[in-house]
């Protein structure tokens, strides 16, 4: 079975706050694949980031950064200095065997900065 | 501009009513999807299609039907069917759907509300 846990339901931080918001995932594949999309309140689902399961490489794009650890399942997403125009619903998503058709969402986690 | 364009952005609906969402998209993908958000919950999928004229359902396929006569045109027809139709509904493509790891770009959605 595939599943992706967002524990956190809602977060808020003061504007220029670290952030990390938490993704853990369930999968039997030895190939999958991990995504984070960002929801702001437009409703778009906008793609930030895909890491293959061979690739425990750190990543850091500007003050986004992600920490992709298969020890403990985890993908988590950290926001460097955060920004009002952070505030948006982000989504971990995880793709194993069948291809893109089978990609399994969290429930999300809704990050609100406030000036 | 390339992208995925969904209209209308906002619908009401009768109940007993069909209605149909547009879903069109300029990236040449060959795979294209649609999933339904509910509040406070991830995306489930309703269908997807890898090629023209053929497309499967997905977890949610019940009251709803699509079409996929063309390339770039992927409509959701949400039927009278369908018991709980008021949701956002998000139109996505991606290159392929046949291997595992490929990024699904998102439409800006369409809110559908029964009256």
């Known amino acids: 079975a595939q599943k992706v846990t967002q524990a956190q339901t809602e977060i808020s931080v003061v504007e220029k706050e670290d952030v990390t918001l938490d993704c853990v995932y369930e999968t039997r594949d030895t190939t999958y694949y991990l995504f984070w999309y960002k929801q702001p309140p437009s409703g778009e689902l906008v793609f930030l980031i895909r890491?293959?399961?061979?690739?425990?490489q750190n990543e850091i794009s500007g003050r986004y950064s992600w920490n992709f650890q298969k020890s403990t399942s985890s993908f988590n997403f950290t926001i460097t200095a955060s920004q009002v125009v952070d505030s948006a619903v982000y989504f971990c998503a995880l793709s194993g065997r069948g291809g893109a058709n089978n990609l399994f969402f969290g429930t999300g986690t809704r990050l609100t900065v406030i000036p | 501009d390339g992208g995925i364009t969904q209209s209308p952005k906002y619908l009401f609906r009768k109940e007993g009513q069909n209605v149909t969402l547009s879903c069109e998209q300029n990236l040449n993908h060959d795979a294209m999807y649609w999933y339904r958000q509910d509040p406070g919950q991830g995306l489930r999928l309703i269908y997807y299609?890898?090629?023209?004229?053929?497309?499967q359902k997905g977890d949610i396929a019940e009251g709803y039907s699509v079409s996929r006569e063309k390339k770039e045109s992927f409509p959701l027809t949400v039927t009278s069917a369908q018991k709980n139709p008021t949701a956002f509904y998000l139109c996505a493509s991606s290159t392929s759907l046949s291997s595992s790891g490929n990024t699904i770009y998102f439409g800006e959605g369409s809110w559908l509300t029964v009256v």
């Open positions: 299609s890898q090629i023209v004229n053929d497309f």
């Open positions: 890491r293959n399961s061979f690739d425990e």
